[in-house]
């Protein structure tokens, strides 16, 4: 049950991601695809780690939400591939802005979700 359950909540977080990125393309310029994939996720993985001890989420549940589905809406690898083609056309300045926002966001995303649990 519990690779299930990592499987479903991968699938549904890569059909989401996918959405996302159907949403708001990237043609270009800024990524903005990617990083609001990662801030979601980073946010839901935050309030989930804020949860963590709490009895009302099954451990196949918490597998499902934290492995499963942040880690397929989540992609370091589509960032990294997005920051090396920015580099590669010789967008320093937007490579650089965007591997700063990304990893602040993300570390932003984390400590709100992880906030929200105190007030819900």
């Known amino acids: 049950m519990t690779w299930f359950s990592i499987f479903l909540g991968g699938g549904l977080g890569s059909v989401c991601r996918f959405g996302i990125s159907k949403l708001i393309p990237y ?3 800024f990524p903005w695809a990617t ?3 990662n801030l979601m996720a ?3 993985l935050g309030y989930m780690l804020g ?3 709490s009895t009302e989420w099954s451990d196949n549940q918490r597998l499902m939400i934290m492995t499963g ?3 397929g809406l989540s992609t370091f690898s589509t960032f990294s591939a997005e920051t090396y083609t920015l580099i590669q056309e010789g967008s320093m300045v937007i490579a650089g802005g965007y591997v700063l926002i990304s990893i602040i966001s993300c570390l932003i995303g984390i400590f ?3 906030q929200i ?3 819900v």
């Open 27 to 29: 043609t270009g310029g």
């Open 117 to 119: 649990t105190k007030y």
């Open 35 to 37: 990083i609001i994939a």
């Open 69 to 71: 589905f942040c880690g």
């Open 42 to 44: 980073c946010m839901i």
């Open 112 to 114: 709100l979700g992880y």
């Open 51 to 53: 949860n963590i001890k």
